[in-house]
C-alpha cells in the first residue's frame, strides 16, 4: 500500500491551519503522516499539532527551506505538499492514488477559489489552468510528488518565493507529471483585501520580475513591504 506524507509550512496562520487539520481527519483516505514546519515557533501551532497529535518542527521563516526541513523528515512513499489555508475537495488521496497508477511521478490540484467567491474568479480560474499549462503551478495547488523523484531531482529550492519552479521543472523532465482535475481550494482573504486584479497583478509582477532574474529573495524583501502576504 502506498504511504502518502502531507507536509505543511504554516506562518501565523493558525485558525487556518486547525480547519485543514480537521479537513484531513475526516478524509475517506487519511495520509499515513502529517508534518507541520512552524517558521513562527507558535504556541498556539504547537497545541494544535498537539491536539491533532501530529508532528511540528519549527523553521526559519523562508518557504522553501520549510518545505525541504518536512520532506527530509517524511517517511511516506508519496509527498503531497500544502498550504496552511488550503481547503480540500472529498477525497484527494484517491484522486493521487489514481494519477500514480496511470504513470504519473507527481502532478498537482486545480485552483479554484474557496467562498466567498466573486465574478471575478469565473475569469481568473480558467486563466490560471492555461498558465499551468504552459508554465508551473504553483505551491498552493497541492503538489504531489513520489518521495525517491524528490530526492533524486534536488526537492524544493531554499527560496522565500517560487521555491516550487526548480522542482516542477525538474520533475517534469524526469516523467509524467499530471494536472488533476480535482481542486484545492484557495483561501480569497488575499484578493478580497487587496482588491482581485490588483492582487493579481501583483502576482504576474512578481512572477514577471523572476523571470527577469530577480532573486526570491530581493522580490520578498521588496514586495511584502508593498502588499500584504
Known sequence: MVKYSVIIPCYYDDENLARLMRQLQKLPNKPCEIIIVDAANSAHCLDICKQFRIQRLVSEPCRGQQLRLGAMQAKGDVLW??????????D??????SALAR???GGYFRFRFAKPRAWQAFILEPAIALRCRFGVPYGD???FIKRLVYQQIGGHAPWPLFEEVPLVQSARRCGKFLALSEPVFVDTRRWRRDGWW??????????WNFMRGVTPQELAEKYHSKIGS
Open 81 to 90: 505538499f500544502l498550504h496552511a489555508d488550503a481547503q480540500l475537495s472529498t
Open 92 to 97: 484527494p488521496v484517491a484522486a493521487i492514488s
Open 103 to 105: 504513470g504519473a511521478i
Open 141 to 143: 495547488q497541492g503538489i
Open 198 to 207: 490588483r492582487r493579481t497583478w501583483h502576482n504576474r509582477k512578481l512572477a
